[in-house]
């Protein structure tokens, strides 16, 4: 009986040690937990330079400023002057029987007067030029688009390259008021013009005076 107890007793603890061994998914979960309590993972500071506001955010004023700008007035404005020019050109090679996809241009002397070029004939440039010049609503209308044209390609130029990459402009940030009402179509020409003027020709790819704009009709750019 007492070799038959000892193996009973010794069979109960051997069971007793099974049940109380740690399981391999438990060794595994402390193995890779470590001693003590797992460390939380440090978190990002807001103060890491990595992740420090830049670009859009720090120029988010300048945007919003430019994208008050009604841009579609101002293309509405020049486009009339546009409309109005074109007209009259293809009414005056209508009127002189040439053909109309005749390639034409026009622009201002130094001392003003409308000059006319294109493939045209002499006598039918000459006419056409010295009608133009007696045409007063003509010679307004070229003397505002030479001005309201370039103001209003380099405006949106700036802001489609600032939506499409992000790039911010700093001579249109110049040209743009803090004050809306002040930021007519207008205003922004003589700032421009003034800017222009005083800085590097280059900067604003824009003719270095007002004399040299041309309108083109039936010409490709």
């Given at each position: 009986?007492?070799?038959?107890?000892?193996?009973?007793?010794?069979?109960?603890r051997?069971?007793?040690?099974?049940?109380?061994?740690?399981?391999a998914?438990?060794?595994?979960e402390?193995?890779?937990?470590?001693?003590?309590?797992?460390?939380?993972?440090?978190?990002?500071s807001?103060?890491?330079d990595?992740?420090?506001?830049t670009?859009?955010?720090?120029?988010?004023?300048?945007?919003?400023?430019?994208?008050?700008?009604?841009?579609?007035?101002?293309?509405?404005?020049?486009?009339?002057?546009?409309?109005?020019?074109?007209?009259t050109?293809?009414?005056?090679?209508?009127?002189?029987?040439?053909?109309?996809?005749?390639k034409i241009?026009?622009?201002?002397?130094?001392g003003?007067?409308?000059?006319?070029?294109?493939?045209?004939?002499?006598e039918a440039?000459?006419?056409i030029?010295?009608?133009?010049?007696?045409?007063?609503?003509?010679?307004?209308?070229?003397?505002?688009?030479?001005?309201?044209?370039?103001t209003?390609?380099?405006?949106?130029?700036?802001?489609?390259?600032?939506?499409?990459?992000?790039?911010?402009?700093?001579?249109?940030?110049?040209?743009?008021?803090?004050?809306q009402?002040?930021?007519?179509?207008?205003?922004?020409?003589?700032?421009?013009?003034?800017?222009?003027?005083?800085?590097?020709?280059?900067?604003?790819?824009?003719?270095?005076?007002?004399?040299?704009?041309?309108?083109?009709?039936?010409?490709?750019?």
């Open positions: 009986m007492s070799l038959l107890s000892s193996l009973i007793q010794a069979g109960t051997f069971q007793q040690s099974l049940e109380n061994r740690p399981t998914k438990g060794m595994n402390q193995k890779n937990q470590g001693p003590g309590k797992a460390e939380a993972a440090p978190s990002v807001t103060g890491d990595r992740f420090t506001p670009g859009d955010f720090l120029n988010a004023k300048e945007q919003l400023k430019a994208q008050k700008l009604p841009l579609a007035d101002y293309k509405q404005t020049v486009g009339q002057d546009l409309a109005f020019i074109r007209e050109l293809r009414h005056k090679l209508a009127e002189y029987n040439l053909n109309p996809a005749s241009s026009v622009n201002k002397n130094e003003g007067r409308i000059e006319v070029g294109g493939n045209l004939a002499e440039r000459t006419r030029e010295n009608d133009l010049n007696v045409n007063r609503s003509f010679a307004d209308a070229f003397s505002r688009l030479s001005v309201n044209e370039p209003l390609h380099f405006m949106d130029n700036a802001l489609k390259l600032n939506q499409a990459y992000g790039v911010n402009n700093s001579l249109l940030d110049t040209l743009i008021s803090e004050n009402q002040f930021n007519g179509l207008q205003d922004l020409v003589h700032r421009y013009d003034t800017l222009r003027r005083s800085a590097r020709t280059d900067q604003f790819n824009v003719a270095e005076n007002r004399s040299t704009y041309a309108f083109n009709l039936n010409t490709r750019a």
